[in-house]
Nanobody, 126 residues
């Protein structure tokens, strides 16, 4: 049974940083695509970043490129999201997602991912 558990969310002031973690069990980090999404209540889930954990190639939404970094810690079987220069618009519930694909994948699409975590709240105050 695959489980993804996010942690590291919290409240921070604008300009600050947070690091989110997504610990995987029953799933090997280092083979397939994984991603981070976020969602504001009442709005659709938004893709944030993705990484092909097989070759470490990552891609980002325009809104976070240059501020966020997605990475993996294979030894801990964990996906990471380092978030910097946070702004109030980054406030959302952040979700980790994992696929069973390592080749080409429409990484921005929720349907590309087979497993989801429960989410962790990030709140950025001005």
């Amino acid at each position: 049974q695959v489980q993804l558990a996010e942690s590291g969310g919290g409240a921070v002031q604008a300009g600050g940083s947070l690091r989110l973690s997504c610990a995987a069990s029953g799933y090997i980090v280092g083979r397939y695509y994984m991603a981070w999404f976020r969602q504001i209540p009442g709005k659709a889930r938004e893709w944030v970043a993705a990484i092909n954990t097989g070759n470490d190639v990552s891609t980002y939404a325009d809104s976070v490129r240059g501020r966020f970094t997605v990475s993996q810690d294979s030894a801990k079987n964990t996906l990471l999201l380092q978030m910097g220069r946070l702004v109030p618009e980054d406030t959302a519930v952040y979700y980790c997602a994992a696929s069973l694909m390592g080749g080409w994948l429409p990484v921005k699409s929720e349907s590309s991912y087979n497993y989801w975590g429960q989410g962790t709240q990030v709140t950025v105050s001005s």
